[in-house]
């Protein structure tokens, strides 16, 4: 082979593989939106996929909300997730507050007035922090998982047993678990 041609091969190659480079980083760049094409439904499902046992749950979940199931990245989806991981911890935060007050209950309480307000702030902290720190975002939205986590220890210790908090303590726990697992997505600082 002359050197021309070899000269001419090994350019070839040299482009083939800066080409491929920059897809891959460019796919990273968007949120892997690049290759698993432009559809919603692979975000949900390659994030729901993570959570084991509750991956129906997490799918049930996520696909009702119109705002997560038309988000165009890893970005948008995880906004909304915490979005709504923000909503419901709220609400049940409200929940728990009003069966302390009836109910009189100092391990209700603790769940309505240290446990629930510690999960919202972290998950609104998670939020504030999504464009510029993905990294710490996904870290408080973690954290925000042990208030449930606490919640339900504390009402077991108090021998409560109430379905309805253990079921808010569970999806809160799992929304924030779900909102760790898309914010992994993003890139890195």
């Known amino acids: ?13 040299c482009l083939i593989l800066i080409s491929h480079s920059l897809l891959l980083a460019n796919a990273k760049a968007n949120g892997h939106r690049g290759l698993l094409g432009n559809s919603q439904k692979p975000m949900i499902d390659q994030i729901c996929n993570q ?39 709220k609400k049940g935060q409200e929940f728990l507050k009003g069966l302390a007050q009836k109910t009189g209950s100092p391990a209700i309480a603790l769940c309505a007035n ?37 919640c339900e220890e504390a009402i077991a210790k108090a021998h409560i047993v109430n379905r309805d908090i253990s079921a808010i303590n569970h999806q809160t726990s799992l929304l924030s678990f779900v909102a760790f697992l898309a914010t992994n997505y993003l890139p890195e600082d």
């Open 1 to 13: 082979m002359n050197s021309s041609a070899l000269c001419s091969l090994m350019l070839t190659l």
């Open 51 to 89: 959570t084991s046992e509750n991956e129906n749950e997490c799918l049930n979940i996520l696909k009702a909300d119109p705002k997560i199931v038309q988000a165009k990245d890893y970005f948008e989806i995880s906004k909304a997730i915490l979005e709504l991981a923000i909503t419901k911890s």
């Open 114 to 150: 240290q446990w629930y307000p510690y999960t919202v702030g972290s998950l609104g902290s998670a939020l504030a922090e999504l464009k510029e720190s993905p990294d710490t975002a996904s870290y408080d939205a973690k954290v925000a998982g042990d208030g449930p986590v606490y």
